[in-house]
């Protein structure tokens, strides 16, 4: 396979526009993808039947507008591109205005309360920003989506309207700094995306993974990942070929898949992508999240997306490595080497400093779900506290701007912004500090907080949104200044000084951080049930309001969105579990259990000097366990009535959170323990040890 051939050859790319269009109509569009100026409308037809011709040659015979609902997965309606004729044939057509509008029933999306029953229609538009592309015979273009009145019903909206409110304020701080020719500035991000591998066959027979994602019963293995053999170890010939089959799907859609390893746990593994622009990147992610389960099937596996899909084992996670990038290609989080590039590097470094302490609430709920609660603040994953790591170099470098001191590094000099220049700063590309939930890794900031299965669209809005609003604040404040040099000095002393508290260098994971953030004021916002409801704080309303990235409306919608989902999945979750307690656990340890008694019968029978002790004891242990265990689904069966009459989503959240899923837990314990005492060949469903060691 000869790799820059097939590369991207299923996308509408710039390459590809440049060949099949004419001259000026490329131009125009091409001033849209770049510039962000609205679509002249009289292109729209030559663009669509030029795409439409280059996508039936490669064999496509359907379009669809892909867009991304609150779902957080995709979605697609698929049209033919046939056309009738006069002599009852067909010719292949499709039209500007079938191009750029969709009208798709939003009836049955989540808007959380915005689109009343009477107003199902919902649109879609054309996103020129991100490439169509082929898949399974069908014409992609990427959409956004909105309701009939206008109010916005997808995730890829805010984000363009995040980037937007970004580069407008990072475009004033370039000109402070004397810089007229950057006409952009784009947020960068490469997703490092957490995934498991298992047999499609122990997946089919265990019915909370089919249901829920996640096993809701199942003992801890003898070996999990204690040996440490699994990361970065060799991959096996069937991943591998997985991996290479999914490398090259990737790569036809346009994907820079880039690094495949193998992760902590058995069968977890990672891949991650060349970073580009947010947009991409994040319709880029959701292909590669299907993909993997696509090419996975194909394989006899399944791919496992959930946070957590096995208690006790290390979970998914998904990292969103971010920065700002200017039309011209420079990281403006790169430190630079002269005077002004580190004054310039210094005041984008505060902006998201200060944006991390002012909207831990927003980074802290934007990462918050059902399955992600089982990572953050479990010990393995970030915590629950957001902080940001700087390192031991660049905190030493603050220090010493802070107490205007000799920065006592291995240069051994005061620092003064606009006039010396920073010490060569070393790029962590080894991931020195895993434990921190945003970490500055040398010229990006890794948000490491994000659950697997998360569109990177939500976290991303909301960093874009909060470092805007900061550099908006600089702007002001610089653009009113005598001496430059001075003010942005003293801006970035003030800076450090009021928000210091939010830089964390040490182990995320002890004890002491808990207590120490605390101390610092901290937020420590333990479930989806006290982070959710942070969202409609007035503060918050007031930014996205600010930057025109959320009506107030439409926050509310959001958080009633992600709340209501909330409680339906650890309602499916605690349904499964009566089910599976009822239906398979309970008289399959019946079932040993009898055998047991005859057993006990049978050896008395013979003789009445053979001992039974372990048999009674393991009949006595099971039969306690598994009364227990019935007992608990009856319990769990009443709170879910109980929790269903709740009328407030916030309030039914927090009963899910502190009444069901403590139950949950506790049924799901009888059940491990009878794991460990019942016959292998009675067990009903694959263990841990089944399923992580099978592929
Ligand atoms: P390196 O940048 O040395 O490759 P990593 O291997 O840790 O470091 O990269 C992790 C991810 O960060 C990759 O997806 C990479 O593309 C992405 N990344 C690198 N530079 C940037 C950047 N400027 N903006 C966003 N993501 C980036
Ligand atoms: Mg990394």
Request: aromatic fraction near 10%; proline fraction near 4%.
């Given at each position: 396979m000869k790799v820059p051939e097939i590369f991207g050859e299923n996308v509408f790319n710039l390459q590809v526009m440049q060949d099949k269009l004419p001259k000026e109509v490329f131009k125009s569009l091409k001033e849209t993808i770049d510039k962000g100026t609205p679509l002249d409308a009289s292109i729209a037809g030559v663009v669509a039947n030029a795409m439409k011709d280059w996508a039936v040659e490669k064999g496509a015979t359907h379009y669809t507008h892909w867009f991304q609902p609150m779902t957080g997965i995709t979605a697609e309606k698929h049209d033919s591109f046939i056309s009738p004729t006069k002599d009852g044939k067909v010719i292949m057509d499709f039209s500007g205005k079938e191009l750029v509008v969709g009208e798709s029933d939003a009836s049955s999306f989540p808007s959380g309360g915005v689109r009343a029953t009477f107003e199902a229609r919902g649109y879609t538009a054309w996103d020129p920003t991100s490439y169509a592309f082929i898949k399974d015979g069908t014409l992609c273009i990427p959409s956004t989506f909105f309701s009939y009145s206008g109010e916005v019903l997808d995730k890829k909206t805010p984000l363009l309207r995040s980037m937007r409110a970004l580069n407008e304020q990072a475009l004033r701080i370039l000109r402070l700094f004397g810089n007229t020719s950057v006409k952009r500035v784009y947020p960068t991000v490469g997703a490092e995306q957490e995934y498991f591998l298992i047999d499609r066959k122990m997946y089919d027979a265990r019915k909370d993974l089919v249901l829920s994602g996640r096993t809701l019963f199942g003992a801890k293995p003898p070996k999990g990942q204690e040996l440490e053999d699994h990361y970065f170890g060799p991959i096996k010939l069937r991943v591998s070929a997985f991996m290479k089959e999914l490398d090259e799907e990737l790569w036809k859609l346009g994907i820079f898949s880039k690094t495949e390893h193998n992760e902590v746990a058995p069968s977890q593994h990672e891949l991650a992508p060349i970073f580009t622009v947010t947009n991409l990147a994040s319709d880029q992610n959701q292909l590669i999240m299907e993909t993997m389960k696509k090419v996975a099937s194909r394989h006899g596996l399944y791919c496992l997306l959930h946070e957590k899909p096995f208690k006790g084992v290390n979970g998914s996670g998904k990292h969103n490595n971010w920065s700002m990038s200017t039309d011209k290609g420079v990281n403006l989080l790169d430190p630079g080497s002269t005077p002004a590039e580190n004054g310039q590097f210094m005041l984008f470094l505060m902006a998201v400093v200060k944006a991390v302490d002012e909207y831990q609430d927003l980074l802290r709920l934007t990462v918050t779900s059902a399955g992600n609660d089982h990572r953050l603040g479990a010990n393995e994953a970030p915590p629950a506290i957001v902080s940001i790591y700087l390192g031991e170099e660049l905190t030493e470098v603050i220090d010493a701007l802070e107490h205007g001191v000799k920065y006592e590094g291995k240069t051994k000099q005061i620092m003064k912004l606009g006039v010396d220049t920073l010490p060569e700063l070393p790029k962590d590309t080894t991931d020195r500090n895993r434990t921190s939930p945003f970490a500055f890794t040398g010229n990006k900031f890794e948000?490491?907080?994000?659950?697997?299965?998360?569109?990177?669209a939500g976290p991303n809005i909301i960093v874009n949104t909060i470092v805007a609003d900061e550099l908006r604040q600089f702007a002001d404040e610089l653009e009113k200044a005598d001496d430059f040099n001075a003010a942005l000095h003293d801006l970035v002393v003030r800076t450090i000084r009021e928000h210091k508290r939010i830089i964390f260098n040490g182990n995320n994971y002890c004890a002491e951080w808990e207590k120490e953030a605390e101390k610092r004021g901290l937020l420590n916002l333990k479930n989806s049930a006290e982070a959710l409801p942070r969202f409609a704080d007035k503060k918050n309303i007031d930014l996205f309001a600010r930057h025109k990235v959320f009506t107030e409306r439409e926050v509310r919608s959001r958080m009633e969105i992600m709340l209501e989902n909330y409680c339906k999945v650890v309602a499916i979750e605690g349904q499964t579990m009566i089910e599976m307690g009822r239906q398979d656990i309970y008289p399959a340890v019946n079932a040993y259990i009898l055998e047991l008694c005859k057993t006990i019968e049978h050896k008395t029978a013979v003789s009445q000097k053979l001992s039974c002790a372990a048999e009674r004891e393991i009949v006595s242990r099971l039969s306690g366990d598994n009364e227990k265990m019935y007992a608990k689904a009856a319990e769990i069966e009443k709170l879910l009535a109980e929790a269903k009459a709740v009328a407030d989503t916030s309030k039914q959240a927090k009963f899910f959170a502190d009444r069901v899923l403590p139950v949950m837990e506790e049924m799901r314990a009888y059940a491990d323990d009878m794991e460990g005492y019942t016959a292998k060949k009675y067990w009903p469903f694959p263990t841990y040890a089944d399923i992580l060691f099978s592929v």
């Amino acid at each position: 396979m000869k790799v820059p051939e097939i590369f991207g050859e299923n996308v509408f790319n710039l390459q590809v526009m440049q060949d099949k269009l004419p001259k000026e109509v490329f131009k125009s569009l091409k001033e849209t993808i770049d510039k962000g100026t609205p679509l002249d409308a009289s292109i729209a037809g030559v663009v669509a039947n030029a795409m439409k011709d280059w996508a039936v040659e490669k064999g496509a015979t359907h379009y669809t507008h892909w867009f991304q609902p609150m779902t957080g997965i995709t979605a697609e309606k698929h049209d033919s591109f046939i056309s009738p004729t006069k002599d009852g044939k067909v010719i292949m057509d499709f039209s500007g205005k079938e191009l750029v509008v969709g009208e798709s029933d939003a009836s049955s999306f989540p808007s959380g309360g915005v689109r009343a029953t009477f107003e199902a229609r919902g649109y879609t538009a054309w996103d020129p920003t991100s490439y169509a592309f082929i898949k399974d015979g069908t014409l992609c273009i990427p959409s956004t989506f909105f309701s009939y009145s206008g109010e916005v019903l997808d995730k890829k909206t805010p984000l363009l309207r995040s980037m937007r409110a970004l580069n407008e304020q990072a475009l004033r701080i370039l000109r402070l700094f004397g810089n007229t020719s950057v006409k952009r500035v784009y947020p960068t991000v490469g997703a490092e995306q957490e995934y498991f591998l298992i047999d499609r066959k122990m997946y089919d027979a265990r019915k909370d993974l089919v249901l829920s994602g996640r096993t809701l019963f199942g003992a801890k293995p003898p070996k999990g990942q204690e040996l440490e053999d699994h990361y970065f170890g060799p991959i096996k010939l069937r991943v591998s070929a997985f991996m290479k089959e999914l490398d090259e799907e990737l790569w036809k859609l346009g994907i820079f898949s880039k690094t495949e390893h193998n992760e902590v746990a058995p069968s977890q593994h990672e891949l991650a992508p060349i970073f580009t622009v947010t947009n991409l990147a994040s319709d880029q992610n959701q292909l590669i999240m299907e993909t993997m389960k696509k090419v996975a099937s194909r394989h006899g596996l399944y791919c496992l997306l959930h946070e957590k899909p096995f208690k006790g084992v290390n979970g998914s996670g998904k990292h969103n490595n971010w920065s700002m990038s200017t039309d011209k290609g420079v990281n403006l989080l790169d430190p630079g080497s002269t005077p002004a590039e580190n004054g310039q590097f210094m005041l984008f470094l505060m902006a998201v400093v200060k944006a991390v302490d002012e909207y831990q609430d927003l980074l802290r709920l934007t990462v918050t779900s059902a399955g992600n609660d089982h990572r953050l603040g479990a010990n393995e994953a970030p915590p629950a506290i957001v902080s940001i790591y700087l390192g031991e170099e660049l905190t030493e470098v603050i220090d010493a701007l802070e107490h205007g001191v000799k920065y006592e590094g291995k240069t051994k000099q005061i620092m003064k912004l606009g006039v010396d220049t920073l010490p060569e700063l070393p790029k962590d590309t080894t991931d020195r500090n895993r434990t921190s939930p945003f970490a500055f890794t040398g010229n990006k900031f890794e948000f490491r907080m994000l659950g697997s299965t998360f569109s990177i669209a939500g976290p991303n809005i909301i960093v874009n949104t909060i470092v805007a609003d900061e550099l908006r604040q600089f702007a002001d404040e610089l653009e009113k200044a005598d001496d430059f040099n001075a003010a942005l000095h003293d801006l970035v002393v003030r800076t450090i000084r009021e928000h210091k508290r939010i830089i964390f260098n040490g182990n995320n994971y002890c004890a002491e951080w808990e207590k120490e953030a605390e101390k610092r004021g901290l937020l420590n916002l333990k479930n989806s049930a006290e982070a959710l409801p942070r969202f409609a704080d007035k503060k918050n309303i007031d930014l996205f309001a600010r930057h025109k990235v959320f009506t107030e409306r439409e926050v509310r919608s959001r958080m009633e969105i992600m709340l209501e989902n909330y409680c339906k999945v650890v309602a499916i979750e605690g349904q499964t579990m009566i089910e599976m307690g009822r239906q398979d656990i309970y008289p399959a340890v019946n079932a040993y259990i009898l055998e047991l008694c005859k057993t006990i019968e049978h050896k008395t029978a013979v003789s009445q000097k053979l001992s039974c002790a372990a048999e009674r004891e393991i009949v006595s242990r099971l039969s306690g366990d598994n009364e227990k265990m019935y007992a608990k689904a009856a319990e769990i069966e009443k709170l879910l009535a109980e929790a269903k009459a709740v009328a407030d989503t916030s309030k039914q959240a927090k009963f899910f959170a502190d009444r069901v899923l403590p139950v949950m837990e506790e049924m799901r314990a009888y059940a491990d323990d009878m794991e460990g005492y019942t016959a292998k060949k009675y067990w009903p469903f694959p263990t841990y040890a089944d399923i992580l060691f099978s592929v």
